[in-house]
């Protein structure tokens, strides 16, 4: 796949050596019986993904707060952050259909290989696909070579049924759901089991998607009272060390500061098993 993308690439440069000024098209779409909607899904949102052979995959977004975005992955080499037009069009079995307001979007917010489309275009081209019309995406490639790439609606409408009752499942995203967040530890250990895990990655997870707001991300480790206190302040330190490490992991890109109050800020009583494995924990606190 990437060498037909080269060969192709390599003989547009060939023919602007040349003094061949008009940019070649290059052209994309799946054939009508592999076009496919697939749906993926997480905490936070739903997404409708199809493949374009060999160029890369569109994807319509539905996040748990509403927002909908359409985002285009580019396969690498075949994209270097030029602005890319968004269009509806007639499907091939629809000549002579006019399509209102068929130029969706001229500028993109573009981020390595992706391009991003925001709330309006979104919506029209969600409709335009409801309606039977395909997309397009135009661009061209430092003049030589123009782009061509085709969405389908083949198939859409069942799509968006399953997008629909997908979105229907979503919970809401509130930022007081993940303003503080407490991780808790076994004893003497700054391992994180497999529950705890699970609960980072979807902090992660919405951070991702609705920490844009979230300036400081401040972990702090606490200890019971087993031991000595100059140990239990390396103890917590190395907790929240391990939380940072694992979110960093995840991809998180906020600042993480990490500090250790070791044993000296217990929310329980230390006299009894349960409130030791309480007082064993590191809190994490979203500051925005």
Known sequence: MYARIRAALTAVISLASLGVHAAPLLAFAAPMSDVRWDLRSGPFECRLEQSIPDFGRVSLIQRADGHLSFVVSVRRGLYQGQSMRLRVQAAPWQPGQEVARSTLASDSVSGGNLVSFGESPARAVMLAL?????????????????????????????????????????????????????????????????????????????????????????????????????????????RAETVSGYLKAQGVTQSIRIASQGEYSPVATNRTAQGRARNRRVSVLLIR
């Open 130 to 238: 409801r309606r039977g019309h395909f997309a397009a995406l135009d661009y061209t490639i430092d003049d030589q070579a123009q782009i061509h790439a085709e969405v389908s609606s083949l198939r859409f409408a069942a799509a968006m049924r399953r997008l629909q009752k997908c979105t229907a499942s979503l919970k809401p995203a509130r930022f007081a759901d993940y303003e503080k967040t407490m991780i808790h530890f076994a004893s003497g250990s700054s391992q994180l089991n497999a529950k705890v895990k699970a609960r980072l990655r979807r902090l992660a997870e919405y951070l991702h998607i609705f920490g844009g707001s979230v300036r400081i991300i401040r972990a702090t480790g606490n200890t019971d009272n087993v031991g000595t206190a100059y140990a239990n302040y390396g103890l917590g330190l190395r």
